[in-house]
Every structure is written in structure tokens, then in C-alpha cells.
Nanobody, 125 residues
């Protein structure tokens, strides 16, 4: 069973940048599509970005398009989320997920099999 661990969260000022990483143990993420979701307490978890198993196709929520970038390393041992021009509304717990969704479900929580515990991102001055 794949276990995912997120890192890289923290406190940053508006306009700043953070790079989140998600590493896997107990298996490889090479055969999985990977995604980032985020959640504010009391609200539903929402899709942020995803990258297909082959690494060639990426998908973004409209709210982060042009500011965030998802990538996976060549060894398929980690996936990253580069977050630039951060805004206070980006404040949330960010979760990494692995699964084998089809394109039409790649933004869907239920399409993912494995989840990390989350890392807090706070954007505040």
C-alpha cells in the first residue's frame, strides 16, 4: 500500500512562494496519477492540480491557473506543487493524493485511492 507524506507547508506573506512535495513509501507512484487538493476547516476538500501517470498532462483549478505548477520527478519518487503569487485565500491544508482516474474524473476526490495527512499553508501578512 502506498503511503504519502507531504512537506513544505508553512507561513508566507501574500505574493510569496512555497513549494510543496509529496513522497511515497511502501510503493512507487510511477503508475499513478497524482493530485493536490486543499481544505479549509468546515468546507469541502477542493481540487487544486493533477498530473497524469505519464507526466505529460496537467490539470489546474481555475483559481490557481497561472500561479501554481505541478510536476513529478523523473524517478517517480515525488510530486511537487510550486505555488507562486500566493493569496490569503490560498490558506488551507494541502493534501497529496494518488489514483488512477480517467480524464473526466481527475478533479474528483473519489477517484483517488491514497491520501497523505496534509500540510498547512498559511498566507498572511
Amino acid at each position: 500500500q502506498v503511503q504519502l507524506v507531504e512537506s513544505g507547508g508553512g507561513l508566507v506573506q501574500p505574493g510569496g512562494s512555497l513549494r510543496l512535495s509529496c513522497t511515497a513509501s511502501g510503493g512507487t507512484i510511477g503508475g499513478y496519477s497524482m493530485a493536490w487538493f486543499r481544505q479549509i476547516p468546515g468546507e469541502e476538500r477542493e481540487f487544486v492540480a493533477a498530473i497524469k501517470a505519464g507526466g505529460g498532462s496537467t490539470y489546474y483549478a481555475d483559481s490557481v491557473k497561472g500561479r501554481f505548477s505541478i510536476s513529478r520527478d523523473r524517478a517517480n519518487s515525488a510530486v511537487h506543487l510550486q505555488m507562486n503569487w500566493l493569496r490569503p485565500e490560498d490558506t488551507a491544508v494541502y493534501f497529496c493524493a494518488a489514483g488512477r482516474p480517467i480524464t473526466s474524473t481527475i478533479r474528483t476526490i473519489g477517484a483517488y485511492l491514497y491520501w497523505g495527512q496534509g500540510t498547512q499553508v498559511t498566507v498572511s501578512s
